[in-house]
């Protein structure tokens, strides 16, 4: 079958799938079921490009599955301690990305055998997984599908528009030492119609205002892109095109969602300072 064939229908399947768990979801249950499916399986493959055999990491996944299970299913009344624990969690995991956007570039590798290191299966995917489960359920404590959808659109418009624009008009390398094919036009231009999907989004959705929608295009713009940058520096460490090949065409979960991972701790506590101070 023709590559770009098999790369458009196996994207459609994952949309597909995504929307219908986003909006065929009883206080966002069936999402949080498909998000843990996605955690378990990018989990084994981060630890397979970072050579980590421990299953500590399966276990984390289980706990915390079960945690965020709970938070959803507590009445509105009785989350304050749950969501304390989330701020606490992504407020580690925010830190973590921080400091791996650091050595991306300072080019600093994190030391092999480090506590990090054998930690960061669950601060790089577990818990960006467990946010993104709650994420539609931040403002008014209200599951609200509009929300993560936007999000993911917002990064599928900036994903689509910067390889779109950079391949037409790029010319200055973003990164070159780790990503050789991404430019600063197509950097700007995936941000430029992300902030206009983010305008339609809050124009179309009753869901945040338009100030709120804007503020977050740039965020996940920003923060997407260093993201996949981060990603593409772990692979280059383990000498890794992609993460696996489960998804044909795409390579693997890890490659297809390492933007959403990234963005999902500065989304989270966003929207909770946005809860916060309405």
Same mark, same amino acid.
């Given at each position: @079958?023709?590559?770009?064939?098999? %790369?458009?229908? +196996? ?23 498909? @998000?843990?499916?996605?955690? !378990? ?6 630890? %397979? ?56 570039? /300072?080019?600093?590798?994190? #030391?092999?055998?480090?506590?990090? %290191?054998?930690?960061? =299966?669950?601060?790089?995917?577990? $818990?960006?997984?467990? &946010? ?12 609200? =599908?509009? *929300? ?18 950079? /391949?037409?008009?790029?010319?200055? #390398? ?5 990503? =050789? /094919? #991404? ?7 995936? @941000? ?7 305008? &339609?989004?809050?124009? &179309? ?18 923060? !997407? ?9 772990? /692979? ?19 490659? %297809?969602?390492?933007? &959403? ?11 909770? $300072? *946005?809860?916060?101070? +309405?």
């Amino acid at each position: @079958m023709n590559e770009t064939l098999t %790369r458009s229908l +196996s994207g459609l399947v994952y949309i597909i799938v995504l929307i219908s768990a986003i909006f065929y979801s009883d206080n966002g249950y069936t999402f949080a079921v498909l @998000m843990f499916i996605f955690a !378990g399986i990018s989990c084994w493959e981060f630890n %397979r490009l970072l050579n980590i055999k421990s299953i500590r990491s399966y276990f984390q996944l289980i706990v915390l599955a079960a945690f965020t299970y709970i938070t959803l299913a507590t009445d509105i009344s009785d989350k304050n301690n749950a969501t304390t624990a989330f701020i606490i969690f992504a407020s580690t995991t925010f830190i973590t990305h921080l400091y791996l956007t650091y050595n991306l570039f /300072k080019f600093k590798k994190v #030391k092999e055998n480090s506590l990090l %290191r054998q930690q960061l =299966p669950m601060l790089y995917v577990l $818990i960006p997984f467990a &946010l993104l489960t709650l994420t539609p359920s931040v403002v008014n404590s209200t599951y609200n =599908p509009y *929300i993560i959808l936007g999000v993911f659109i917002i990064i599928w418009s900036n994903d689509t528009f910067a390889y779109v624009v950079g /391949k037409s008009l790029g010319k200055t #390398k973003l990164y070159e030492k780790i990503s =050789p /094919k #991404k430019t600063i036009e197509g950097f700007i231009g995936g @941000m430029v119609f992300g902030v206009i999907s983010a305008i &339609l989004i809050a124009n &179309l959705t009753e869901s945040l205002s338009i100030t709120h929608w804007i503020s977050l295009s740039i965020i996940i713009s920003i923060t !997407g892109a260093i993201g996949d940058l981060v990603a593409s520096k772990f /692979k280059r460490e383990a000498n890794s095109k992609d993460s696996s090949n489960l998804i044909p065409g795409h390579g693997g979960f890890l490659d %297809r969602l390492d933007s &959403l991972i990234f963005v999902s701790s500065f989304v989270y506590l966003y929207l909770q $300072i *946005i809860n916060y101070v +309405s």
